[in-house]
């Protein structure tokens, strides 16, 4: 059999051992520690003007955005259709509801004017949304002038789900950035990882420190244990922040190393009839965290589908994109605007495996499935 190739692999050396090594020999392992917050000094000093709370995982980070900004029970909340549940699975732990909206095609995520369509369209039937999600998929920023714009303009709080875009920027600006709150996630799969984890940023420090709090079952500072409120038991562990001090410095590598094989997927597909990739659109840089291609299956005469079982056939692991949300059952009572391009997306795309330590070699034995698809 072939050599196995996944989709998306962490990449460790000596740093995340040592630092492990570290956090078990002083006996430090839960959710308190030095390396919780260096990991968090790490990321304020990459992101300056912003506060960093880390937590257990990015969905949690969503959590507790909603939260604070006040998203109760009977609430709606915008939120992008073409992306992971967790994206929109905190609305309804807080007995809120998704509003899904549609992708536009220059960077998959959502579309402003359907937002705005939207909002206007829940405002007139006395339905004002509490917040808007918006997510950087893949890598992707969002189209943040339009957005930003938006959110001021109804004032409505944005959150930017930017699990899979940290290291993203648009016109400078880093992605995590440019709502009211943003989130990263560094599950094991992320561009860094932590195992499982996540971290809740925001320009707000009193926020920051209010999710902090929320992140520790919201207990009060006093010789025992108080609770005036209940909280949650999402803080990020020492032993994750150590692998993530350990990770964080070698996010600018990472990314260059993943931007770089999605250029020589580039390279090597771009010539056949059928096959697109997502450029970045003007001021938009992606991390790549996952290179994903279009298939026009008028054109190459094979589906994504196909393509995807002709990759498992040669151990090779591939991904459908995100199934749209408002066509989840599990989301099936939730409201849709849109046009169908995420489920045009959906039906036409795979990301390719897009690990930093993927050879070209590896990415010739994809191209040669690729060719014998096309030869059929
Ligand atoms: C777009 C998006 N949002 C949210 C999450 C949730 O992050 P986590 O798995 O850390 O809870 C993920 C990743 O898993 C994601 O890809």
Redo the contacts with the bound molecule.
Sequence with gaps: MAKFIPLSTPVFDENEKDNILNAISIGKLATSGDFIEGFEEAIQQRYQGIHASVLN???SA?HLALKLLGVVKGDEVMCQSL??C??ANPINYLGASPVFVDSEVNTWNICPENLSNAIQDRISKGKKPKAIIA?DLFGMPAKYDELTEISKNFNIPLIE?A??AMGSSMNGRPCGTFGEFGIF???GNKIITTG???ALLSANQKMVEKAKYYSIQARENYKYYVHNEVGFNYRMNNMSAAIGLAQIGKLDYKIEKRRSVYQHYQNLLSNIEGITFLDEPNGCFSNRWLSAILIDYKKTGFSNEDLRLALLNQNIESRYLWKPLHTQPSFKECLFYGNGVSENLFESGLCLPSSEDLSLLDQERMVDVIINLLNK
Aim: hydrophobic share 35%.
């Design positions: 995982s990015g969905t969503i992306t992971f967790a994206t997510v789900d699990a899979e996630s560094f599950n499982g984890g996540g």
